[in-house]
């Protein structure tokens, strides 16, 4: 099998699903099914696997897929667990990184619903952040629905200590840095860097129809219920907004 040529690593509820999507529409880059493979933080993983065993746990996600295209997968956990970007580096050097941010507020919230949708947050919001740094446990520590990467509404929106460690170990240019924002309102240009970025014809033109829309009014201020949360929220991400502007000039 061949190698993996890029991830789309994250942030969680920033777009990762919409944008793979699209990537999977271009004939020269094949996704893989379903989109998030878990293969780096899956509880088995072991960080002496060689690229040829690495490869094939990948290889049920690629069967369809032509060894000619580009080869992809969408995990957003791989930016939040600590030690995944030295594991992805020593699988493949060359590898390149996807990375799509949103406002860390709109972020958390948008998380608590899902895990509220989903049935596993029951506490309210204000609690949940309460409660988010006193340890909520459960779970083998790398499994893709443990406690610790559910219930990470702030920690998973604060970004610069985990792109740090991206910048760590890869060079900047096989990094593309992206904002949910730039997807949605200026989705061919933004297509087309990411194109560009993984070498692919950027003149390929996907429609965002492939994908059901985002609609301003899913990504617009919930409810009241969450005026307090939000202001809390924003309080506490301000300095987490200055440090991205002023390290790598993103305006979330």
Known sequence: MKDLDFVIAGAQKCGTTALASFLDAHPAISMATPKECHLFDAPDYRPDW???????????HFEACPTSTLWGEATPAYLFYTDIPEQLARYRPELKLIVLLRDPVERAISHYRMEVTRGHERLPLPLA???EYCGRQGGPPRAPLNAHGRYCYRRRGQYTAQLERLYRVFPAEQILLLR???LLEAHRRTLQDVFDFLG??????IPE?????VTRQSQA?????FRLSRALLRSVLA???????R??????
């Open 221 to 225: 201020t919930p409810g009241g219920g």
């Open 209 to 213: 129809s492939l994908v059901k829309p």
């Open 247 to 252: 390290r790598w000039g993103i305006s979330l």
């Open 200 to 205: 692919v014809d950027p003149n390929v033109d």
């Open 180 to 182: 949910q924002l730039d």
């Open 239 to 245: 300095g987490e907004r200055r440090r991205l502007q």
């Open 50 to 60: 060689p690229r040829e065993q690495i490869n094939n746990r990948y290889l049920p």
């Open 129 to 131: 952040l309460a409660l």
